[in-house]
């Protein structure tokens, strides 16, 4: 087990910048997952961890190892994959096997290790088959077993689960964490999903556009995104990003974007907050429909089941709500409504950056999960 750092991390592919000024700290035994559209460098970042790719500025460190120039099979990683690279010709046992065989590590101690693996993600009786006769959970869990029999360090996963059906994603996830604290081993997960990765990691480094956006907490990231970025990309539905001016009133802030206005509660913002424009993000859990002093009027319902979603105008905004499931609203209806203005996300317009103090936040926060540390 070891902690991870990287350290002003850039990645260049000629002209095209894909990783720049990548600062990062990941304790040993974290569950640290990398997140981000299509295309923000997430695995890149994890390539360059587990060496397939040399970065083309600053320090990557595994322990107290800078790992720069160091060979994959150096250091001391294991990587699973999407596809799971299984040889199909080898059993479940030989598959495990052999990145210990090529290491020359003698059979009594191979064994021993395929069959610990094998306990510990319930393959025990799948040991004599071929890879061909198992389910793609199975398989999932096979590449998992012959990267726990190196024992390594760092476990490095990309989109390990991409390749699953909904229901054996959500098997996988809590077998994944199930086996993380088993384990205790520090492991770095890409993804572009954000369910995979709230539920699964200690904290997530959001990423876009080749940059690190903020690397906190689940919670802390769905509750205080640091900038526009994150405020919109998490959370489903997710948060328009608004346009606002903030103008100082009696007690406090007041926001007004057209027909809508909001008065802050006091000590709502940040010192760092000035009078002009912002942007500004409410969450769908933050309006509500039904009562309230506000009108809205409906645009679209979207049921999932269990709750709806009503996508709706209110005071010239356009916004999302949650309702329960068996709602009788349709699109055209007029409805009461009402918004959480202790909940208002505030962010600088031009940088983009949070303006919340936050210190209304602190107590709600204190109470909720930080993840899973
Ligand atoms: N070998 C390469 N040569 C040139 N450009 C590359 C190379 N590998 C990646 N890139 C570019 O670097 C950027 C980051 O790619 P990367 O694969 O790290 O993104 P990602 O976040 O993992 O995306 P995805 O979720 O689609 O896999 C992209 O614009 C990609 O086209």
């Known amino acids: 087990m070891a902690e991870v750092v990287f350290d002003k991390v850039q990645k260049a592919f000629g002209a095209m910048i894909a990783v720049e000024g990548f600062d990062l700290k990941i304790e040993d035994g974290e569950f640290v997952s990398l997140l981000g559209p299509s295309g923000c460098g997430k695995t890149t970042t994890l390539r360059m961890l587990a060496g397939l790719e040399q970065p083309t500025g600053g320090t990557i460190r595994i322990g107290e190892r800078v790992v720069n120039g160091v060979p994959p099979a150096r250091r001391d ?42 306990r510990l993600l319930e393959l025990e009786a799948l040991l004599e088959r071929k890879p061909k006769q198992l389910s793609g959970g199975q398989q999932q869990r096979v590449a998992l077993g012959r990267a726990l029999v190196r024992e390594p360090q760092v476990f490095l996963l990309d989109e390990p689960l991409s390749n699953l059906d909904a229901k054996l994603r959500a098997t996988m996830r809590a077998e994944l964490i199930e086996l993380h604290g088993r384990i205790g081993c520090t492991m770095v997960y890409v993804t572009h999903d954000q369910l995979e990765a709230m539920t699964m990691s200690t904290r997530i480094a959001v990423m876009n556009k080749g940059a690190l956006q903020q690397f906190a907490t689940p919670s802390e990231i769905y509750h205080r995104p640091a900038n526009t970025f994150v405020a919109s990309f998490i959370g489903t539905p997710s948060m328009a990003v608004l346009e606002g001016t903030l103008t100082q009133a009696a007690g406090g802030w007041r926001i007004d974007s057209g027909a809508f206005s909001a008065d802050l509660p006091e000590g709502h913002l940040s010192d760092d907050a000035k009078a002009g424009p912002v942007s500004f993000a409410i969450r769908p859990e933050d309006v509500s429909v039904g009562q309230g002093p506000r009108r809205a009027k409906v645009r679209l319902v979207e049921p999932t089941g269990h709750e709806s979603i009503v996508i709706m105008d209110l005071d010239g905004l356009s916004l999302t709500a949650r309702v329960p499931g068996d709602t009788q609203l349709k699109s055209g209806d007029t409805v009461d409504a009402s918004i959480r203005a202790d909940r208002i996300h505030v962010f600088d317009a031009a940088a983009g950056h949070r303006l919340n103090s936050d210190r209304l936040r602190a107590d709600a926060m204190a109470t909720a999960s930080g993840g899973r540390r």
Do not use: C, D, W
């Open 77 to 118: 990683i294991a990587m699973v994959f999407q596809s799971y690279a299984l040889y199909p010709h080898m059993t479940v046992a030989q598959n495990m096997a052999y990145p210990l065989k090529k290491r020359g590590i003698g059979e009594p101690e191979r064994g021993e290790r395929v069959r610990a693996a094998a």
